[in-house]
């Protein structure tokens, strides 16, 4: 079975003793393998696992043209790229499983270059990982805007009796089901800043404290935007910095602040 980490922002470790048997310190045993669970404001055409998931960038900022420092053209200016390279001390991407438009309740879409109808809700691409250690999760900003029931979190439920087609019992799901098919991984979850005043964004923090995980949250932040809910680039290097800011008090050692 794959092993990983879960941490909606965590990592795999060694524990060291000392002579006595006690905890002495940890040390990681390799590069961080991190894995990035999205929607479009996570995606990079060339740079999800599967050609047929839509991607919204590289995108520019309408106001200020194709050749403003605003743009998103690079992969390198993603805001799971900027932290994963530039705020994390010893990482590699793992697998980027993110689908524009796609919520985290289970859904069907259609893939960009065969037509074909997919499978597309977080819920549904749990096995996209390869090895991951941690796995970021940023969702749930098209659950609003399509307006997925909110239902109930079912926390006590068999994963199986889980509802897939309610967001809050599919979130709950989805942490089950990642932290069984990656035991060990650290799971981070991220609260977007236009899920400000839902129920969709209290949802998320009630389910990182439930299962202790994680979170960073972005609710009470402006992050520049080019277009709707899609940050610039100079919003996405805000998104990268309070990250690691905020997982370093997670994992001491990991992020570059």
């Known amino acids: 079975m794959k092993k990983v980490l879960i941490f909606v922002l965590m990592l795999a470790f ?10 002495q310190t940890t040390e990681p045993t390799g590069p961080v393998k991190v894995g990035i669970m999205g929607d479009s404001i996570s995606t990079f055409v060339g740079e999800v696992c599967n050609e047929e998931y839509g991607c919204y960038y590289p995108k520019y900022d309408p106001n200020v043209g194709k ?58 691409r749990y096995t996209d990982f390869n090895d991951p250690d941690v796995i970021f999760i940023h969702g749930g900003t098209n659950d609003l805007n399509k307006k ?13 009796e889980l509802d897939e087609t309610s967001y809050r019992s599919a979130y709950v799901k989805l ?63 805000v998104m990268a910095k309070k990250i690691a800011r905020t997982c370093s008090d997670y994992m001491p050692g990991m992020f570059k602040i």
């Not at 590699?92 to 597309?120: C, F, R």
């Not at 979170?215 to 996405?236: A, E, L, M, W």
Request: with cysteine; net charge negative.
């Open 14 to 23: 060694v524990s060291c003793e000392d002579e006595q048997g006690g905890k």
């Open 148 to 160: 997925s029931p909110l239902g109930e979190f079912g926390y006590d439920l068999p994963i199986e």
């Open 67 to 124: 050749n403003s420092d605003k743009a998103v053209d690079s992969k390198e200016k993603t805001w799971w790229w900027r932290l994963i390279y530039d705020h994390m001390t010893d990482a590699q991407l793992d697998i980027n499983s993110s689908w524009a438009g796609s919520t985290v309740i289970h859904k069907t879409m259609t893939g960009d270059k065969t037509g074909k109808t997919m499978w597309s809700g977080f819920i549904d």
């Open 175 to 237: 942490v089950k089901v990642l932290q069984r098919e990656y035991p060990g991984v650290k799971l981070v979850l991220i609260i977007g800043d236009v899920l400000r005043d839902t129920e969709y964004g209290a949802s998320i923090k009630s389910i990182a404290v439930h299962f202790d995980l994680p979170y960073v949250d972005f609710r009470d932040d402006i992050i520049p935007k080019c277009n709707g809910s899609h940050p610039t680039s100079q919003g996405f290097e």
